[in-house]
C-alpha cells in the first residue's frame, strides 16, 4: 500500500514520488495522467473550445450586416459596436454574435429570418424584456448564450420553437424562480447552465421537459434545500454542478434516481450531513465533491461508490476518520482532504493533498532540508548545553546553594527538550524516503506519544520553573526585609511539586483517549500544537487550557513580578549605599533573569497568537507551526545554559581564577624546568671543573716526582 507501479514495468514507486515533477520511472508514467480529469470537465472545456472556434479566413457570404460588424463566411462578429437592437442580417447567417452592446429589448420575432442561425451570443447587453415569440424561427439554433444580463422573469415557452437546442447559457442573471414549463420544447437540450443567479428553490420534476439533459450547473445561487422530487426525470443526468449555494439540507434519496450521474458537486453549502441512501445507487459516480461544508461523515458513507476516481473533501473534519473508509473505492485515484495527516488513511490513492502539513512530507517525517538540520543542531546545543551547565555548577561552589539547585533542576528539564529532539531526527532518518508507509503506525505509536509526552513535560516543568525562579526573585528585591525566602529544604519541596505539576500535565491525555483522542500523535513531530486545534472536543479544550491558560497566566506572571522588579531597583537607586550593597547581588541577578525571561517572551508570545489565531478559524500555513515546534519553542531550552551560567559575571570570574591558576602552575613547572636545567649545568660545570683541577694536581703531583730524587 502507498506504492504505485511504473505504468507497465515492474517497477513500483512510493506515492511520494508520483506526480512530483520529475520524472523518477523509466518509462516517465509516474507523470502520466496527473491531472484530476475524472467527471466530464475536462469535455466540458473540449466542447466548449470547439463551439468557439472560428473557421478559417473566408470571404464573406453575406448581402447585409452593419459595416461595424466582421463578417467571415455566415458568421458575423457584432461585439462591442453600440447597437441597441438586433440589426439587419442576410438570413444566411450561422453564427451571431451581440455581446457588449445596448441591446434591452427583444421584442416578437425578431430572429424569424435567420432559419440557418446555429449559434448565438447575446451575452453583456442588459436585457430585460424577452417576448415570448423572440426566438420564433430559430429551428436551427443550437447554442443560445445570455448570460450576464438583467433578466428576472422568462415566460413560460419562450424557448417552445428552439426544437434543436443543445445549450442554453443563462449565467449571471437575477432569476429568482424557474419552472419545468419554461422549458417546454427543449426536448433536444443537454446542456444548461444558471450560474450566479438568484435561485431559491428547485422544482419538482426538473428535467419533465428535457429528457435528454445531461449537464445542469446551479453554482452560486440561493439554494437552501434539495427534495427527493427534484430529480426524478433526469434519467440522463451525469453531470450536477451545485457548488456555492446555501444549501443545508440533502433529503433521503435526493440523488437516487440520477443512475447515470459520473459527476456531482456539492462543495461550499451549509450541508451538515448526507443520508446514505442518497449516495448508495450512484454505481456510475466518478467525481465527488463534497468539500468546503461543516459535514460529519460515517464510516459506511462511500460504501457503495466503487466506480469513484475522484473525491473532494476539503475543509471537513473527519474525527472518525479510518482506512475502512475508503477502503470499498478501489479505482479512487484523486483524494483532496483538508489534513495531512488524513492521507495517511487513503494509502491506495495515487494523488493524495494536502502535500504537506508544513511539517512532513510523504517522503519524509520532517518536510525540508532546513528543519532536519536544525533539529540536530539545536538537539546537540539542548543537550551537551545543559549537561555542561549542570557540570560547571555542580564544580563550581555558590553560596546560594538553594537557587543552584534550582538553576541545574531547569537544565534537566530544558535537556528533556534535546532528547526529545534527538529521537525525532533519528525517527526522520529511520523513515527517510518512505515515510508515508508508515506515517499512521508512527503517529498511532506508543513512542510518539511518549515522545510528545516527554516534549509536554519538559516545555511544562520549565514554564513552571521559570515562574518560580522569577517569583523568588521578585520576593527578594520588593520585600527584601521579609521571610519569604524559602530555605533548601522548602526550595526541595517546591521544586518536587513542580515536577509532578508537569508530570500530571503530560500524562492527563493519555487517561482517557475517547475524550481526548490521540492527542500526542496528530503530526509527525508528536507535539500537541495544532494550528486548527484538534477535532476532539476534550482535547481541544485542553489545548487551550494549557497554552491559554496556565502558560499564559505564567507569562503574565512573570512580565508583571519584572515590572514590579524595576519599580523596586528605582527606588533603591535613591537610598543609602550601605543598603544598595545589600541589594546588588540580587539586582544583578534580577537583571540576569530579565534576558531569560525576555528569550521565553519571544518563544512563548508566537504560541500564544497562533492558539489565539485557532479561535477564530484563522488559516495558519502549516509552516509557521514547523518553525514553532522545531526552532522557536527548542531554542529557548538551547539559549538558557549561555544565559544561566557562560555569561555570569559569577561565572567568569571563577573562570578567570580557574584560568589564572592554571597559568601559574604552568608558569611554575616552566619555572621549575628552567631551575632543574641550571643546576644541573651547574653541576656539570663544576664536576668538569673540578676534574680539570685534579688532572692539573695529579700532573703536578707527577711532574714534582719525577723531579725528585730517588
Request: net charge neutral; aromatic share 12%.
Amino acid at each position: 500500500m502507498g506504492y504505485f507501479p511504473c505504468g507497465n514495468l515492474t517497477t513500483c514507486l512510493p506515492r511520494a514520488f508520483h506526480c512530483d515533477g520529475a520524472k523518477d520511472c523509466e518509462n516517465g508514467a509516474d507523470e502520466d495522467s496527473c491531472d484530476d480529469n475524472s467527471g466530464w470537465f475536462h469535455m466540458f472545456n473540449q466542447i466548449h473550445s470547439e463551439g468557439n472556434k472560428r473557421n478559417e479566413t473566408q470571404e464573406c457570404r453575406l448581402s447585409q450586416y452593419p459595416e461595424r460588424c466582421d463578417c467571415n463566411g455566415t458568421n458575423l462578429d457584432c461585439v462591442d459596436v453600440n447597437l441597441e437592437a438586433v440589426p439587419y442580417i442576410s438570413s444566411n447567417v450561422t453564427f451571431l454574435s451581440l455581446k457588449q452592446n445596448k441591446i434591452h429589448v427583444l421584442p416578437d420575432e425578431v430572429f424569424i429570418r435567420y432559419k440557418d442561425l446555429n449559434m448565438l451570443f447575446l451575452q453583456h447587453n442588459s436585457l430585460k424584456n424577452i417576448s415570448q415569440s423572440a426566438f420564433f424561427g430559430l429551428h436551427q439554433l443550437q447554442r443560445l448564450y445570455l448570460s450576464n444580463n438583467s433578466i428576472r422573469n422568462l415566460k413560460q415557452g419562450v424557448f417552445s420553437h428552439l426544437r434543436q437546442l443543445k445549450w442554453l447559457i443563462l449565467d449571471e442573471n437575477p432569476i429568482m424562480k424557474i419552472s419545468p414549463e419554461l422549458f417546454t420544447g427543449l426536448e433536444s437540450l443537454v446542456f444548461l447552465s444558471m450560474i450566479n443567479n438568484s435561485l431559491e428553490e428547485l422544482p419538482p420534476k426538473l428535467c419533465a421537459q428535457m429528457p435528454l439533459i445531461n449537464w445542469m450547473d446551479f453554482e452560486g445561487n440561493h439554494l437552501k434545500t434539495l427534495h427527493d422530487s427534484n430529480f426524478l426525470t433526469c434519467d440522463k443526468l451525469t453531470v450536477l454542478f451545485l457548488r456555492d449555494n446555501q444549501i443545508g439540507l440533502v433529503e433521503e434519496n435526493t440523488f437516487s434516481s440520477l443512475r447515470s450521474l459520473a459527476e456531482i458537486d456539492l462543495s461550499n453549502n451549509l450541508i451538515t450531513e448526507v443520508p446514505l441512501s442518497s449516495l448508495k445507487d450512484l454505481k456510475d459516480l466518478q467525481k465527488l465533491n463534497l468539500g468546503y461544508n461543516p459535514l460529519s461523515l460515517c464510516v459506511d458513507q462511500f460504501e457503495g461508490l466503487q466506480q469513484l476516481q475522484s473525491l473532494g473533501l476539503e475543509k471537513i473534519e473527519i474525527p472518525n476518520i479510518g482506512t475502512r473508509m475508503f477502503q470499498p473505492m478501489r479505482n479512487l485515484s484523486h483524494i483532496y482532504f483538508k489534513k495531512f495527516r488524513y492521507c495517511s488513511y487513503a494509502p491506495h490513492v495515487r494523488v493524495c493533498t494536502p502535500l504537506t502539513d508544513g511539517l512532513s512530507s510523504f517522503e519524509n517525517l520532517l518536510a525540508s532540508n532546513v528543519l532536519r538540520v536544525f533539529v540536530w543542531v539545536i538537539a546537540c546545543v539542548t543537550c551537551f548545553g545543559n549537561i555542561f551547565v549542570i557540570g560547571m555548577r555542580s564544580l563550581i561552589q555558590s553560596e546560594n546553594k538553594t537557587h543552584t539547585m534550582s538553576i541545574k533542576i531547569l537544565c534537566c528539564a530544558d535537556c528533556l527538550m534535546g532528547v526529545y529532539l534527538f529521537f525525532i531526527g533519528v525517527s526522520d532518518v529511520k523513515y527517510r524516503g518512505q515515510y508515508k508507509k508508515y506515517a499512521l503506525l508512527w503517529m498511532e505509536s506508543l513512542q510518539c506519544k511518549s515522545l510528545g509526552f516527554l516534549a509536554m513535560l519538559s516545555t511544562e516543568v520549565s514554564v513552571l520553573l521559570l515562574t518560580y525562579l522569577t517569583l523568588e526573585k521578585y520576593l527578594a528585591i520588593v520585600f527584601p526585609f521579609s521571610n519569604f525566602r524559602p530555605g533548601k529544604r522548602q526550595t526541595l519541596i517546591i521544586l518536587i511539586t513542580i515536577w509532578i505539576v508537569g508530570f500530571i500535565i503530560a500524562i492527563i491525555p493519555f487517561w482517557n483517549e475517547d475524550f481526548f483522542g490521540n492527542y500526542y500523535g496528530k503530526n509527525g513531530v508528536c507535539f500537541p500544537l495544532y494550528a486548527d486545534q484538534t477535532e476532539e472536543e476534550g482535547g481541544k479544550r485542553y489545548s487551550l487550557g494549557i497554552f491559554l491558560g496556565v502558560n499564559l497566566l505564567a507569562f503574565i506572571i512573570i512580565v508583571f513580578s519584572y515590572v514590579s522588579m524595576f519599580c523596586s531597583i528605582q527606588k533603591t537607586a535613591l537610598r543609602t549605599s550601605e543598603f544598595r550593597s545589600h541589594t546588588h547581588r540580587d539586582v544583578a541577578v534580577a537583571n540576569r533573569f530579565f534576558f531569560i525571561v525576555l528569550s521565553d517572551a519571544v518563544c512563548w508570545i508566537p504560541v500564544f497568537l497562533l492558539k489565539i489565531l485557532s479561535l477564530f478559524n484563522v488559516e495558519i500555513p502549516g509552516t509557521v507551526t514547523s518553525w514553532i515546534v522545531i526552532f522557536i519553542l527548542p531554542i529557548n531550552s538551547a539559549l538558557n545554559p549561555i544565559l544561566y551560567t557562560l555569561t555570569t559575571s559569577f561565572f567568569k570570574e571563577k573562570l578567570k581564577k580557574l584560568l589564572h591558576k592554571q597559568r601559574r602552575k604552568s608558569i611554575f613547572r616552566t619555572d621549575r624546568k628552567s631551575l632543574s636545567t641550571s643546576i644541573v649545568w651547574s653541576e656539570d660545570a663544576v664536576v668538569h671543573q673540578s676534574s680539570f683541577a685534579l688532572g692539573c694536581l695529579n700532573m703536578k703531583t707527577f711532574n714534582d716526582s719525577m723531579i725528585q730524587p730517588t
